[in-house]
């Protein structure tokens, strides 16, 4: 069989996959289940957009939740940058449950777009290690939510297979990481001190001209969309909810009202990532030093639910392959992931302070992974281009 074929067979193979799991949901999801969802904040908000009208609007995101089917009296609102906009946009011309089914389908579809590349970049194994990604804790978190970490995932897989090759869109890939730019402020300044010190704002230069694309066509979908923004984080008091961080366990400590120790970490941890890039400045690498920021990143983070632990899972790949043939290390990764699978199950809310050591613990198991990997061993990733 030649290649043509090949690739007309996998294609079918794609849709004909894709259309049993859209019957599947058709069959299984109704508009109910989209309001108990976290999606259905993204979905309101797409609602209000298609109508021309304020997309953190609290009372009226109530009232369109309310029409799906949601109980009770406390609306979710999507305090995401008005560059969601774009993102959210279509799923005002559909139903709660044509738009819930749409999105997990998109987000399966990322998931397994993450997962090939990054069986590409390990040089294509025989192993399906990459295929974990569907098992992963934060990724069925995302998928039972209708979260956004997988979209993240998806993009820093991508800028890892092409910052080499094609560095403008490896940088226009990024851009969406500004929904939550606090994951990865660490991974930003290496980002900074990487590109300048090699003389080339390649990767920069596409970030920042997609980024304002981004926000162009967002000013044009609703030119007052970042006021209504302001307003609504200036009256959701974001940091008086409990977060399962490292800043929020710290404040608690310390202070429960010094909100600033919360960002201890975040100033701690950019430092590091400095230190550590300039440490490995003639040598470095995103593919094998640059993994290590991910956890890093998430462990700092001021503001992380459980699902954006699904951007960890690039670094979590590399472990195991270096580590695949270590009882131990797998042992203690299969804890972790009973551990992290109960909150999943259980569908304990993302702010609970159950969540608290999942971070650290994927953290502490990477470490583990690259103390013990066998001398011999290969780096985790090639280098694309």
């Keep these: 069989m030649n ?16 259309a049993l799991v859209a019957g599947v949901y058709a069959v299984g999801i109704t508009s109910k289940n989209a309001t108990e969802r976290d999606f259905i904040q993204y979905w309101a908000a797409g609602q209000q957009i298609a109508h021309h009208a304020n997309p953190y609007d609290v009372a009226a995101i109530l009232h369109i939740e309310q029409s799906a089917g949601m109980d009770g ?11 969601a906009l774009l993102l959210l946009l279509p799923l005002g011309y ?53 979260q956004l970490g997988v979209f993240f995932l998806l993009e820093i897989v991508l800028f890892l297979y092409l910052h080499k090759s094609r560095p403008w869109l490896a940088g226009a890939a990024l851009a969406f990481c500004t929904l939550k730019p606090h994951l990865f402020l660490p991974c930003l300044v290496v980002l900074v001190l990487w590109s300048v010190r090699r003389r080339d704002l390649r990767i920069v230069s596409g970030f920042l001209a997609a980024l304002a694309f981004c926000c162009a066509l967002t000013f044009w979908i609703d030119p007052h969309a970042w006021l209504e923004y302001s ?21 608690f400590l310390v202070d429960r009202n010094a909100h600033w120790i919360e960002f201890v970490p975040e100033a701690a941890g950019c430092a ?19 993994l290590l920021l991910l956890p890093v990143s998430a462990i700092c983070a001021p503001y992380l639910w459980f699902t954006d632990e699904a951007i960890l899972f690039p670094a979590i790949l590399a472990g195991i392959y270096l580590t695949e043939k270590s009882t131990r290390a797998w042992i203690l990764l299969g804890l972790i992931t009973a551990g992290s699978l109960i909150g999943v199950l259980r569908a304990i809310p993302l702010p609970s302070p159950f969540y608290l050591w999942t971070t650290p613990a ?7 992974a690259m103390w013990s990997k066998p001398s011999s061993a290969a780096v985790p990733i090639t280098e694309h281009g």
């Design 3 to 18: 290649n043509p074929l090949r690739v007309f067979a996998a294609a079918c193979m794609v849709v004909a996959g894709a």
């Design 362 to 368: 994927w953290f502490a198991w990477y470490l583990y």
């Design 272 to 290: 590091w990532a400095a230190w550590y890039y300039w440490s490995r400045r003639d040598g470095w690498s995103w593919t094998e030093h640059g």
């Design 73 to 83: 009296d406390s609306p979710k609102v999507s305090l995401s940058p008005p560059v």
């Design 231 to 251: 307003q609504v984080m200036h009256s959701a008091r974001v940091l008086e909810v409990f977060l399962p961080t490292v800043g929020a366990a710290l404040s």
């Design 94 to 146: 559909i139903g709660a449950k044509a738009g819930l089914i749409c999105w997990l389908l998109l987000e399966l579809a990322c998931a397994g777009l993450a997962a090939w590349i990054l069986w590409f970049l390990h040089g294509r194994p025989q192993s399906l290690f990459h295929l974990l990604v569907f098992g992963f804790p934060p990724t069925l978190g995302c998928l039972m939510a209708g």
